[in-house]
């Protein structure tokens, strides 16, 4: 069985157009996070949230809209998009927040024309 | 503000020892991880230190030093899967990560 899963895997858009990627734990983890990793292979964390809650908001582009309708699942709206968002996301999680095991999903690896 | 220091690139031959190295300089600390990321792939937990000294896991050991703000990730016996990139990931408030080290064994 699949612990993080994410849909789609690969996603290719113009710019301009609206996006979405979704996210699914079934592991009973309370806190979920996405992450942007670019082509420089830097992993860097977006958003995370802790029992439908918003903990972790880093500077962010306000086009990145996450949204998380139950604990199991986080996902991530883009607006407008831009070449420069082009990258590999990754959502994450872990049982609680703070010094906890992160476990992440297989990526979705979307490119900006 | 957070800094993450570890070399970029590293290359190795099979059945020999390496020593990937991490310096961070953070506002806060938690502890600190280390995750493996094969190409492609989404990165995996392998260790998290959060007290100083040596822990030992398999093949694999990691080392904090908390008052130097460094730390290693020691592979023994290394195998060609063990090719990928791995992550120093200080915990502050939230999980930070270095670029990675891109390992590569050869025969």
């Known amino acids: 069985d699949t612990a993080v899963s994410q849909t789609p895997k690969y996603l290719v858009t113009q710019m301009g157009n609206d996006k979405s990627i979704k996210c699914e734990q079934n592991?009973?983890?309370?806190?979920m996070y996405w992450y942007k990793q670019d082509s420089k292979k830097f992993l860097k964390i977006m958003f995370s949230?802790?029992?439908?809650?918003?903990?972790i908001n880093e500077t962010v582009p306000n086009r990145f809209s996450p949204k998380s309708p139950d604990k199991a699942h986080l996902n991530l709206h883009i607006n407008s998009l831009e070449l420069g968002d082009s990258a590999v996301y990754f959502c994450a999680s872990s049982h609680t927040a703070g010094e906890e095991t992160q476990y992440f999903g297989p990526g979705t690896r979307l490119l900006v024309l | 503000g957070q800094n993450i220091d570890q070399p970029t690139e590293m290359t190795a031959t099979e059945g020999a020892i390496v020593q990937i190295n991490c310096t961070y300089q953070t506002s806060g600390f938690n502890g600190l991880f280390w995750y493996q990321q094969h190409a492609g792939e989404a990165p995996t937990f392998l260790s998290y230190n959060v007290l100083d000294g040596l822990e030992e896991k398999g093949r694999f050991s990691s080392f904090l030093s908390r008052s130097k703000g460094y730390s290693y990730l020691l592979l023994k016996e290394l195998q060609m899967k063990d090719s990928a990139s791995y992550l120093c990931g200080p915990n502050t408030d939230k999980l930070i990560f270095g670029t990675g080290t891109r390992l590569q064994v050869f025969p």
């Open positions: 949230y802790n029992n439908k809650e918003l903990i």
């Open positions: 592991l009973g983890h309370d806190t």
